[in-house]
C-alpha cells in the first residue's frame, strides 16, 4: 500500500521569503502523480501543482515549485515570495496512475504554514 | 459552474440518531470520491463512484455508512446511528476522469455527533 508522510506538522516563513515543504512517500509502482493541495481555513482544497512521475523535469507554476526526487521518494513543495495568503494547511498527495484504478488521493497528515507580516 | 457543492456545511447531531449529506459535483464529472477528514489528519478515502456505480469503498466505510449515486449525478452519504467517532469533516471531490485531471473539491460538511 502506498503511504505519504510529512514530517513537519507546522512551518512559518516571513512575507517574501521563501519555505520549503518536505513530503516523502512509499509505493512500489513505477508511474503515479504527486500533488501539493492548499487547504485554507475556508476548508476547500485547492490544488497547487502537479507532478507526473515519468516526467524529470520538475513541474514550476508561478511562485511555487517542486523537487521530485524519485529514487529518494521525496517531493518537496518551495513557495518564493511568500506572501500572506499562502498561510494555510498544505497537504502532499499520491495518485497512482494505472488504469482501472480508482485514482484515490492518498494524502499526509499535513503542514500547517504560517506567514509572518 | 459553481464548482463542487456540498450540504450541509455544518451538522450537529446526537448520538444515535442518523444523517445525510449531499454533494451535487461539477456537471459532467464522471468520477466522485467521498473523503474524511479528521482534527490534524488529512483526508482519508471512504468511495468512490464512476457515474452511478459504487466501484470501491475502504474499510473505513463501516456497515452504519450508505453512500449513493443515482443517475450518476450527485451523491448521498448516509450514516446510520452515529457515533462521537463519527465527527469529522466529509469533503466530496469530483474529476472528469481523464488520468491527468485533478479531482476537484467542495467545501465539506463538518459533522459533530454530541
Known amino acids: 500500500a502506498q503511504t505519504v508522510t510529512q514530517s513537519q506538522p507546522e512551518m512559518s516563513v516571513q512575507e517574501a521569503e521563501t519555505v520549503t515543504l518536505s513530503c516523502t512517500y512509499d509505493t512500489s509502482e513505477s508511474d503515479y502523480y504527486l500533488f501539493w493541495y492548499k487547504q485554507p481555513p475556508s476548508r476547500q482544497m485547492i490544488l497547487v501543482i502537479r507532478?507526473?512521475?515519468?516526467?524529470?523535469q520538475n513541474a514550476t507554476e508561478n511562485r511555487f515549485s517542486v523537487n521530485f526526487q524519485k529514487a529518494a521518494k521525496s517531493f518537496s513543495l518551495k513557495i518564493s515570495d511568500s506572501q500572506l495568503g499562502d498561510a494555510a494547511m498544505y497537504f502532499c498527495a499520491y495518485r497512482s496512475a494505472y488504469g482501472g484504478a480508482t485514482n484515490k488521493l492518498i494524502f499526509g497528515t499535513g503542514t500547517l504554514l504560517a506567514v509572518q507580516p | 459552474d459553481t464548482g463542487v457543492s456540498q450540504d450541509p456545511r455544518h451538522k450537529i447531531t446526537k448520538r444515535g440518531q442518523n444523517v445525510t449529506f449531499r454533494c451535487d459535483p461539477i456537471?459532467?464529472?464522471?468520477?466522485l470520491y467521498w473523503y474524511r477528514q479528521t482534527l490534524g489528519q488529512g483526508p482519508e478515502f471512504l468511495t468512490y463512484?464512476?457515474?452511478?456505480?459504487?466501484?470501491?469503498k475502504s474499510r473505513l466505510l463501516s456497515d452504519r455508512f450508505s453512500a449513493e449515486r443515482p443517475k450518476g449525478s450527485f451523491s448521498t452519504l448516509e450514516i446510520q446511528r452515529t457515533e462521537q467517532g463519527d465527527s469529522a469533516m466529509y469533503l466530496c471531490?469530483?474529476?472528469?476522469?481523464?488520468?491527468?485531471?485533478?479531482?476537484?473539491f467542495g467545501q465539506g460538511t463538518r459533522l459533530t455527533v454530541v
Open positions: 463512484f464512476q457515474n452511478e456505480a459504487q466501484l470501491e
Open positions: 471531490a469530483s474529476s472528469p476522469g481523464l488520468m491527468n485531471t485533478e479531482a476537484f
Open positions: 507532478q507526473e512521475a515519468y516526467k524529470q
Open positions: 456537471s459532467e464529472h464522471n468520477r
